[in-house]
């Protein structure tokens, strides 16, 4: 399954973004990741849209919105309230998003970068 990220960009801290996530066929659960420089890929939100189970990081509760526009068939990733440490290159993937929380992938797109900074 392939998927494109876009929305990436810049903001300064307090700000927001909305990425999106088209993904070849229909995927019955996407989930959004990020890599900052020098860490790992985690895993941040993923959202089923079978079962309406949606799941996120605790550091990213409250302030990250994940949903679907079934017309569209677009995936999005609302971030409100970004800080510093939410700088990464962010991925979408078709991943399990359920009780047991959200798996991972081995296919990965190109991200899109997210940079908060004053």
């Known amino acids: 399954v392939q998927t494109v990220e876009s929305g990436g960009g810049t903001v300064q801290p307090g700000g927001s973004l909305r990425l999106s996530c088209t993904a070849s066929?229909?995927?019955?659960?996407i989930g959004w990741f990020r890599q900052a420089p020098g860490k790992e890929r985690e895993g941040v939100s993923c959202?089923?849209?079978?079962?309406?189970?949606?799941y996120y990081i605790d550091s990213v509760k409250s302030r990250f919105t994940v949903s679907r526009d079934s017309a569209k068939n677009i995936w999005y990733l609302q971030m409100h309230s970004l800080k510093p440490e939410d700088t990464a290159v962010y991925y979408c993937?078709?991943?399990?998003?359920?009780?047991?929380?959200?798996?991972?992938?081995?296919?990965w797109g190109q991200g899109t970068q997210v940079t908060v900074s004053s």
């Open positions: 993937a078709v991943v399990p998003c359920d009780v047991q929380g959200m798996g991972t992938s081995q296919d």
């Open positions: 066929g229909s995927p019955y659960a």
């Open positions: 959202l089923n849209r079978a079962s309406g189970m949606t």
